[in-house]
């Protein structure tokens, strides 16, 4: 950091276990992610190439080489891994992956119908040689999946090889763990943090009120993702009580007190 303040909550260094921001790029171009490094790469753990981007993003190898070489995971979209499933290419998919020189993969079917005992397969197969992140929930609005379930999923998966799992909410932030509102499903998150290790669990949360609750109630260092680029360095500083939504998360008791004193006063 440029400068000392006290209270501020420790942050463990890249790479790291938790604490990680994952950001969603949905199209940027070379020097948009030059950009991104220079400003918030030292802060950006994960980059996910959203759903189908791939497909049409020029110079992607490119890309993918800038990322690597800041210390940042890149991984394909979920969506595009479905959609080599659903035409019955999981060796083209894992032969793309080779080509492309990625070591994380992300599984997911929350687009199409896969029996869960298929997906935990394909968990396991990836898992062989790259690091897998699997989702889990509903991309549909108005699909709701028992909080029961939601767990078993996740743990079944991360037995089955995945290194996190992912709660789904999608880029706008209203299905899976949100309401059509963008409000967090309260007894959803409680059940899965029960019972899963939150350390293993990124939650997807692309707006600032969504990470502002999940700090609140989780920590500073939980995992959050779909984060967009130019949100990085903001959602640091809510991570660190350095904005007004957080800002008396982690100061001293006596403290807060005495200001709410003077305030009243």
């Known amino acids: ?11 463990s260094p890249k790479p790291r276990e938790s604490g990680l921001t994952m950001v969603m790029d ?4 070379l020097r948009q ?7 918030s790469g030292h ?5 996910k ?7 049409v993003t020029p110079h992607l190898k490119e890309k993918i080489k800038l990322y690597r070489s800041a210390g940042i995971r890149v991984y394909l979209g979920g969506t595009l891994f479905e959609a080599f499933i659903a035409r019955g290419l999981f060796k083209q998919y894992r032969k793309l992956l080779s080509d492309l020189g990625l070591d994380c993969a992300e599984v997911s079917d929350g ?4 029996p869960h005992e298929e997906k935990c397969k394909f968990i396991n197969t990836l898992a062989q040689d790259h690091t897998v992140l699997s989702e889990v929930g509903s991309k549909e609005t108005g699909i709701l999946i028992s909080p029961a379930k939601w767990v078993r999923m996740m743990n079944t998966e991360l037995e089955a090889g995945s290194w996190k799992v992912i709660a789904e909410a999608r880029e706008s932030g209203t299905v899976g763990i949100y309401r059509p509102s963008g409000h967090a499903h309260t007894a959803l998150v409680n059940r899965i943090v029960a019972k899963v290790p939150k350390d293993d669990i990124i939650w997807e949360a ?3 009120a969504q990470q502002t609750w999940f700090i609140k109630e989780l920590g500073p260092n939980v995992n959050l993702g779909n984060v967009p680029a130019e949100e990085v360095i903001p959602l640091e500083t809510l991570r660190l009580g350095l904005r007004g939504d957080t800002f008396f998360q982690h100061l001293p008791e006596e403290m807060v007190a005495r200001l709410k004193q003077v305030n009243d006063e």
């Open 206 to 208: 692309p707006l600032k």
């Open 1 to 11: 950091m440029n400068y000392h303040l006290p209270h501020i909550p420790p942050r």
């Open 49 to 55: 190439l959203g759903f189908g981007t791939s497909y």
């Open 33 to 39: 992610v030059e950009d991104l490094i220079a400003a």
């Open 26 to 29: 949905k199209g940027l171009c």
């Open 43 to 47: 802060l950006t753990d994960l980059v």
């Open 111 to 114: 687009s199409i119908n896969l």
